[in-house]
């Protein structure tokens, strides 16, 4: 049941393919300006920061609509044939592949127009995985939660932020340790196990609560 969702949701997405190519237009252009600001060059801590906000920025235009589509007559069809933890998990899996695909092409493009300051590569693509999923997580359960209010993106958008900040707090502590190319053995381990445990905990409440959502 879960593989068959998450097929719908490919095939639903790339039938659609002016979506994806919005978005990539959307990366491009804002690493590209970026680019031209800083002329090419920045500093390793605003490499860093720079780069995080164009992919939580990236993410929450494109994981945030989840479920706002999500509504009226769809809605009632996904009601009755599909179980709400099927569903979720789906729409998690989903986008958390989505979202490792953009932070991938945002680094790529990142590291074409801008030079790329990375030297602990290995690690640096682990936090990209985490942070993806972590991202879909939290901002499918924030897009469930806002279709209930009229779907209204903006609600979604207040709701995320304030969860998503410890996220991304850790995130950019951590990609700065593979910016500066700390070896593994110098790696903050308490800071990996804290955005694993972020990722189980968001996964884990989406898991228990959204059930509720599906009801209503």
């Known amino acids: 049941m879960i593989q068959s969702l998450i097929k719908k949701e490919f095939l639903l997405e790339f039938r659609q393919k002016s979506t ?5 237009v959307y990366v491009i252009g804002t690493i590209f300006v970026s680019a031209l600001c800083f002329k090419g060059r920045l ?22 609509k989840s479920f706002l589509k ?19 998990v789906a729409k998690i899996a989903y986008n958390m592949v989505f ?33 993806s999923s972590g991202l879909a997580g939290i901002l499918s359960l924030m897009s469930a939660i806002a279709s209930k209010a009229n779907g209204n993106f903006a609600i979604m958008s207040i ?12 995130v950019i502590r951590l990609s700065k340790q593979a910016v500066d190319g700390i070896e593994w053995a110098g790696v903050s381990y308490d800071l990996l196990a804290v955005l694993a445990a972020l990722n189980v905990l968001t996964l884990a409440l989406s ?9 209503d």
Do not use: C
Not at 70 to 88: M, V
Not at 207 to 215: A, I, K
């Open 20 to 24: 994806i190519g919005g978005v990539l």
């Open 43 to 64: 500093d390793k801590p605003t490499w860093n920061a720079l780069f995080w906000v164009i992919s939580l920025f990236t993410s929450v235009t494109i994981s945030g």
């Open 70 to 88: 999500e509504t009226g007559g769809q809605a009632l069809f996904n009601y009755l044939h599909y179980s709400a933890r099927d569903f979720i």
């Open 99 to 131: 979202m490792l695909f953009l932070s991938l092409m945002t680094f790529f493009f990142y590291g074409f127009f801008i030079k790329d300051e990375v030297e602990n590569l290995a690690l640096f693509l682990l936090i990209l995985l985490l942070a």
């Open 159 to 170: 709701l995320s932020f304030p969860v998503l900040m410890p996220l991304i707090l850790v």
């Open 207 to 215: 898991f228990l609560l959204f059930p509720y959502l599906w009801r």
